[in-house]
Structures are given as structure tokens and as C-alpha cells.
């Protein structure tokens, strides 16, 4: 649906593919910073028909559904150690737009392997680890430094870029970068579709933990 193909060796051809991609804003409009997009609102998308209506609108907003989704998303990050990222933008979520980003240490030196609250100082060789909002002492130091994924939300991507004096190399590692951001539209599409066909939407009770307001004796009281 996304994907194209383009000839790696025709120069005229690669920078017309990427001049005429479909582009959308990486925040607002007002930011008017813009990156390589694709819409996938479902109504953009050719339903097929033996999946139904209800089915097809329904499981768009179902957890498991969008735990996918940023699992998909993660995994394009991944194989680009996360310099090159991609994420969901527009006011319904309907874009999937290809962001610049990178990793950098979080600065966490320890977590709670409990509740897995990570905490920015390290456990000492002889002490215990106590976490700070379980109070279990199971903090221990990680054992390798811990990284955090960034992204520039506000930076744009060959906003206004004519290509002109880019090498032919460079032009078509960013062709085949593009074609890769397509195929993960056209896997998101292929996810959506096979999870519509394959599952059916059930509603199950949850208990939510509350925190209240008790009284407690005072020692030494009545």
C-alpha cells in the first residue's frame, strides 16, 4: 500500500520519490517543522470484507492493539539504534511520521527488581538496597550503564532539501530509509488487518487498587 520501488540507480528518480512523499508536521502546525509521513486512518485504508464494521473501528483503541503498535514502532528504532525513530502524530493518531532521535545514559545507577522503580543512586557492596516507594530490599545496581531513548519532536526532515548536491550514495541511503519507514506502514496495516481477523473484542472486569483515607489510634490513646 506504502512501499514503492524505486530504481536505487536512477539519481532523478530517488529525489523525486522523496520530494514527492506524502510529508506532515513532527509537532504542530505552528512549529512548521515537517518529516516523511503516511496516513493510516482507517478510512484511508480499503477494509476487507470479511472483516466487520463494529470489529474494524473497535479494536483500533483496544490496549493489546496499541501495545503492538509501539511494538512495531519500537522495533524500526531498534535497527537504527534509535537514530532514526518513528512515532504517531495528528489529532486522531492517523500519521506515522519518521523522527531523528538517539540514546544517552539515564543517569539511573540502581532499580528495585520488586516493583522496578530505578533510582539515580547506586547500592553500596555492603547494604542493602531499599527501594524508595516499595521499601522491599531488593534494589540492585545495573549491571550495565542504563541507556534512555530521546527523539527531536521539533526537528524536520529534508524540510525544503532539493537534493541537489547530495552524493549519489547519500541520496539513496535515504531512499532506502524512506522505503523501510513505508514497509513499516505497510506491516502496521498488515498487524491491524490480521489482529481484526483474528480476535474478537470481550469486556472483563479489572480491580483497580484506591488509595483512602483512614483513622489510625494515636499510642497511648483511647
Known amino acids: 500500500m506504502y512501499t514503492k520501488h524505486i530504481n536505487l540507480k536512477k539519481r532523478g528518480g530517488m529525489i523525486a520519490f522523496l520530494k514527492?512523499?506524502?510529508?506532515y508536521n513532527t509537532m504542530n502546525s505552528w512549529n512548521q517543522s515537517t518529516s516523511y509521513t503516511n496516513n493510516i486512518k482507517l478510512h484511508n485504508v480499503d477494509k476487507p470484507d470479511d472483516i466487520d464494521s463494529d470489529i474494524w473501528w473497535d479494536i483500533l483503541w483496544v490496549s493489546q492493539w496499541q501495545e503492538k503498535l509501539s511494538d512495531l514502532l519500537e522495533e524500526f528504532g531498534e535497527k537504527y539504534n534509535f537514530q532514526w525513530q518513528t512515532g504517531i502524530n495528528g489529532k486522531s493518531g492517523g500519521y506515522?511520521?519518521?523522527?531523528?532521535g538517539g540514546i544517552e545514559p539515564s543517569g539511573y545507577e540502581s532499580y528495585c527488581t520488586h516493583c522496578g522503580q530505578k533510582n539515580y543512586q547506586s547500592v553500596p557492596e555492603d547494604q542493602d538496597g531499599i527501594c524508595g516507594r516499595c521499601d522491599a530490599k531488593t534494589r540492585v545496581n545495573f549491571k550495565q550503564i542504563h541507556m534512555q531513548v530521546f527523539t527531536f519532536p521539533g526537528k524536520s526532515v529534508d524540510d525544503h532539501e532539493d537534493f541537489e548536491n547530495w552524493t549519489l550514495k547519500k541520496i539513496r541511503d535515504r531512499v532506502e530509509l524512506v522505503q523501510e519507514f513505508d514497509q513499516l506502514c505497510d506491516s502496521i496495516v498488515d498487524a491491524y488487518i490480521s489482529?481484526?481477523?483474528?480476535y474478537r473484542i470481550a469486556e472483563e472486569q479489572i480491580l483497580v487498587p484506591k488509595t483512602i483515607k483512614v483513622l489510625e489510634p494515636l499510642s497511648g490513646g483511647i
Open 20 to 23: 514527492k512523499h506524502s510529508r
Open 96 to 100: 506515522v511520521v519518521l523522527y531523528q
Open 195 to 198: 489482529t481484526c481477523r483474528n
